[in-house]
């Protein structure tokens, strides 16, 4: 019997808290799998052993005659909170092979707020400005351990040990949520415990909430079943005390005291220390609860996810160095340094340096973004914050007193999603501008899409996600993040139906910028890319409300608000027509709900909001349409290319229209003139009419302004604006709305594309772009079925191709004039 593999439980491989009652299962076929399969039975059971002896006690589907392999939900007996199954799934194919997967568990959340026991609690607000350390002793029994979870909910920001021990590789937990709405609390599997006392201990910052407090449950399940459970609240033998960490902000960065690391120590989560009121312990007390509902966090979590040690250290003189880490990041700097008692290390951070060489902080704002560290003078000492993180390239420490910083690391931290695709190709600067779009993005993920990782801001600002999610699904799993992020953009929604232009809400207007279409894209991309449904009917309704608020501000389809429109256009001349940009943006609204209408099942909206998209396009191209030049509104790319882009230019203009775009941008010296919203528009129209090579001309192009001027001007992030030196303090270099060009180089260069009515991408189309300025291209991308590979090479005259199909999907391969239809396997051809 052949292996299925990857099988997940709502996309996740042995998760620790499920939310959802009735979870989703999905597997994968091997790459060798060519057929189609006809069956699935999926048994789960509570324990290993009833699976074994097929005495599942939970669901047994029976065999189903289908070939869904992702999206399978549950349908037996009721799920506990805080309980274990453990399920596998069994297929077979059209020839009869069987094929059976490993026995997987997972593990269900806290489902009842009658499940939470203990209280939340903290300290009083003028004991201390810097993290809390809270810690308890708890004495368990001389038997063997089955399963020992902790559910801790530490705001803003915290870390969990065990013996001294941290759980986990996550910081900056729990993910940032709108607060007032929803509040994440994380499982944790608790190691090295041992019979007799344990300690366990949580470290709790500021972090988002601006407030420290703390809610934890302890669960130790023994072998026979005798269950010891523990919790936060007041009198209940928790401990909380000061730290060394003595400040701590998102925005302001931290600043760490060794010296009092003797009242504080190292190991005050351990046995060997003991809290008193003489060392400056307290037990805790109650606190206000978030009047948010918890929830499990079930996004991956932010982690350090790469290193980048210093390529140069410039000493500056008295005692100022500055620090080049070599790649614009989101994170922080670890230093070992070595000194005497009381001296210090001050780490200021920034993307660029003055002319004189020191670290310029003009972009920053308010935000102060530099840590300290005071040693204690003992040897080696090493320091990196834990509970700030900032957006840099270049350090300028400050050692005051007598101390020698030995080395310097740039850790890399954000959401730890995966990255499931490449490209590569022969010219040297699309592969740099595909390597600093995939940083940026990750730069840019921090439990929401944020804009930038260093200034006083950091905000899911949606305006610019319309463009940006393109390169996103290329580069990043988001199976798990869209529904997260779709939620937070819910929360922020008013009776009327207005959105924020930030989720969770922070600033920006309500409502929000009608180019916030990102809200339904999300819950459409879901289900296209991933096979989740359950999304856009969750969302459904709320979206709906936006959309129809979106109609009630708009006469004959034409909106009457916008606030950002084309936002950071390059040319001072040219800016698209606001309430044009808008307007488009209401027809691809409704064309996005008529889509999620097919999606949920709702014939009635399907209807509706079909025959709203197609009297909201005759009416633009009615309003806005130029016969005699062939222009839409002011004959912008941005304009023009809304227009072919959205689909309301009739078949017999659609050449003209696009040649009026190529002519402006070759006119313009191979520049585009969109800002973040039109430039995804204008690339995509080029090169579905047959310009694809002017796009490559305007990426490489390295005169200003441009992404090919990003690159002369040694880039390592996509920047926010067009000019190389940092001229306001609105000048981010770190900043993915201009990121969306990676998708070009994916969906043409290496011609892979999702179809739009896909499930879980089912369906494929790879029709590569044989630019004559590119002589190689290689792209791939991991599905949720596998991963689509699409190569091709230039030799001698002839184009070689290789084209690799996941299991279970269907492929349209078109090269030049031949198109073949195709299911899972490897493919090549001679073009």
């Not at 549950?74 to 309980?83: A, D, I, K, T, V």
């Not at 366990?200 to 399940?221: F, H, M, N, P, S």
């Not at 779009?437 to 260093?454: F, G, K, M, Y």
């Not at 990121?739 to 029709?767: N, P, W």
Request: aromatic residues 14%.
């Amino acid at each position: 019997m052949s292996e299925l593999i990857n099988f997940r439980t709502e996309y996740q491989q042995r998760p620790l808290a499920v939310q959802s009652r009735t979870p989703h299962f999905s597997w994968q076929y091997e790459k060798s799998f060519k057929g189609e399969q006809t069956s699935y039975r999926i048994r789960v059971a509570t324990s290993e052993k009833l699976l074994y002896e097929g005495s599942e006690d939970m669901w047994d589907s029976g065999e189903v005659r289908s070939a869904a392999s992702v999206g399978v939900q549950y349908g037996g007996r009721p799920l506990c909170s805080h309980s274990r199954y453990f399920v596998c799934c069994e297929t077979t194919d059209g020839e009869g092979n069987r094929y059976r997967s490993q026995i997987a568990s997972f593990e269900t959340a806290l489902y009842e707020k009658s499940d939470w026991k203990g209280q939340w609690v903290s300290v009083p607000v003028n004991f201390n400005g810097g993290t809390l350390l809270f810690r308890k002793a708890i004495a368990l029994k001389d038997k063997k351990i089955a399963r020992a979870r902790a559910y801790i909910c530490g705001l803003g920001y915290h870390e969990f040990f065990v013996n001294g021990r941290k759980m986990g590789n996550a910081v900056l937990n729990p993910g940032v949520t709108e607060y007032g709405e929803r509040v994440f609390y994380c499982a944790y599997e608790m190691e090295d415990l041992a019979a007799g006392k344990n300690v366990i201990g949580v470290e709790v910052g500021y972090g988002w909430l601006g407030a420290r407090k703390l809610l934890a449950q302890i669960y130790v399940e023994y072998e026979d079943g005798e269950v010891y459970e523990d919790h936060s609240g007041p009198g209940y033998g928790w401990w909380v005390g000061g730290s060394p960490t003595v400040d701590n902000s998102v925005y302001g960065g931290e600043v760490y005291d060794a010296r009092i690391e003797d009242k504080y120590p190292k190991n005050w989560n351990t046995l060997a220390f003991e809290p008193t009121w003489a060392n400056g312990w307290m037990y805790t007390i109650a606190a206000a609860a978030p009047n948010g509902e918890l929830a499990a966090q079930e996004i991956e979590p932010i982690e350090v996810c790469a290193r980048f040690p210093e390529v140069s250290r410039t000493d500056m003189g008295g005692g100022v160095y500055i620090v080049d880490v070599g790649k614009n990041i989101a994170g922080w700097l670890k230093i070992s340094v070595r000194g005497e008692r009381c001296a210090s290390v001050t780490l200021k951070f920034g993307e660029q340096l003055t002319n004189e060489g020191y670290v310029n902080q003009l972009n920053l704002r308010s935000a102060r973004c530099s840590d300290t560290y005071i040693l204690k003078g003992d040897g080696v000492e090493e320091f990196a914050p834990r509970f700030t993180y900032h957006g840099f390239r270049y350090v300028q420490a400050e050692i005051a007193g007598k101390a020698e910083l030995l080395s310097c690391v740039g850790e890399h931290v954000h959401t730890a999603a995966p990255l499931i695709g490449d490209f590569s190709c022969s010219d040297k600067t699309l592969n740099a501008l595909h390597e600093i779009a995939v940083r940026t993005e990750q730069n840019n993920q921090h439990s929401i899409l944020t804009d930038c990782p260093q200034r006083d801001e950091r905000f899911g600002w949606l305006n610019d996600l319309g463009s940006r999610i393109y390169q996103t699904m290329y580069n990043v799993d988001m199976s798990r993040f869209i529904p997260k992020f779709i939620r937070d953009i819910t929360h922020t929604q008013t009776a009327e139906g207005g959105i924020g232009d930030t989720a969770p809400y922070y600033t920006g207007g309500v409502p929000a910028d009608p180019v916030c279409v990102i809200y339904p894209l999300l819950a459409d991309y879901a289900y296209r890319y991933y096979g989740d449904r359950a999304t856009a009917a969750a969302e459904y309704a709320s979206i709906r409300k936006w959309v129809e608020y979106l109609l009630s501000r708009s006469q004959n389809y034409i909106m009457e608000y916008s606030y950002y429109g084309d936002w950071v256009t390059p040319f001072a001349d040219v800016r698209a027509d606001n309430l044009y940009v808008s307007s488009l943006y209401l027809l691809w609204h409704l064309k996005e709900m008529r889509r999620l209408a097919v999606i949920v099942g709702n014939a009635e909206d399907e209807a509706q909001y079909g025959d709203h998209a197609e009297r909201c396009a005759a009416a633009l191209h009615e309003k806005y349409f130029d016969e005699k030049t062939f222009d839409y509104c002011g004959g912008t790319q941005t304009e023009n290319a809304l227009a072919l882009s959205l689909g309301i230019v009739p078949e017999a203009f659609r050449s003209r229209v696009a040649e009026n775009i190529y002519r402006d941008a070759v006119g313009r010296g191979h520049h585009c003139t969109s800002g973040n919203i039109g430039y995804r528009h204008v690339f995509y129209v080029l090169a579905e009419y047959g310009y694809a090579d002017e796009v490559v001309n305007i990426l490489k192009n390295p005169a200003y302004p441009g992404w090919g001027y990003m690159m002369e001007n040694d880039a390592t992030s996509v920047w926010e604006r067009w000019e190389a030196e940092m001229q306001n303090e609105m000048h981010s270099f770190n900043h993915p709305m201009f990121g969306s060009y990676d998708a070009f180089l994916y969906r043409y260069l290496g011609g892979i594309d999702v179809a739009e009515d896909a499930f879980a991408c089912d369906k494929i189309r790879i029709a590569p772009v044989f630019t004559r300025l590119v002589d190689h291209v290689s792209a791939s991308m991991k599905t949720v079925r596998g991963e689509i590979v699409s190569k091709w090479k230039r030799e001698n005259g002839r184009i070689s191709v290789h084209i690799e199909v996941p299991p279970q999907t269907s492929a349209e391969i078109c090269l030049g004039k031949n198109i073949y239809r195709v299911g899972g396997g490897s493919y090549d051809y001679a073009v």
